[in-house]
């Protein structure tokens, strides 16, 4: 993929970021509100984006080449199994709960990527119990209890 059309999506999903914000609640009394962080980062991305379409239209490459992984089967999956996970998390966390969801996926992810199983196991439950610490404990960001509520 050329640099010129990345940095055309990344430039549109900045945009898309920036105008979302003006739909976000004002803080009385305050120079500032919960709009400043996500304008931030849509900034950041639409300037990188503008690095990367000035060096894809410098560049006349193409705009797509498709490569030789396409047509293997195995490969496409494993390109396609990250947004899928995230699709898969969206759809299953508030029933089942953030950490068999998290758990379950890691585990998955890992096994598909050739993790061995000894090694795939602990680390996914540990991942899963950090981000867990982190977001719940430590940020009081409240995850889905699921399956757990009565437990947590």
Do not use: E
């Amino acid at each position: 993929m050329n640099d010129a059309l990345l940095g055309a999506i990344l430039l549109g999903f900045a945009g898309w970021i920036w105008w979302l914000t003006n739909f976000f609640p004002a803080f009385p009394g305050q120079d500032y509100g919960p709009n400043l962080f996500p304008r931030i980062l849509a900034a950041g991305i639409g300037f990188c984006a503008l690095v990367l379409v000035m060096r894809g239209v410098r560049s006349r490459a193409p705009l797509l080449v498709v490569d030789g992984w396409v047509v293997q089967p195995a490969r496409v999956i494993s390109f396609l199994l990250i947004p899928l996970a995230a699709v898969a998390y969206i759809l299953v966390s508030d029933p089942l709960g953030f950490i068999p969801t998290a758990f379950l996926l890691l585990l998955g992810l890992f096994l598909w990527f050739k993790a061995r199983p000894v090694v795939a196991v602990p680390v996914a439950a540990g991942m899963t119990l950090l981000v867990h610490w982190f977001f719940a404990g430590l940020m009081r960001v409240p995850l889905p209890r699921g399956i757990l509520d009565s437990v947590l």
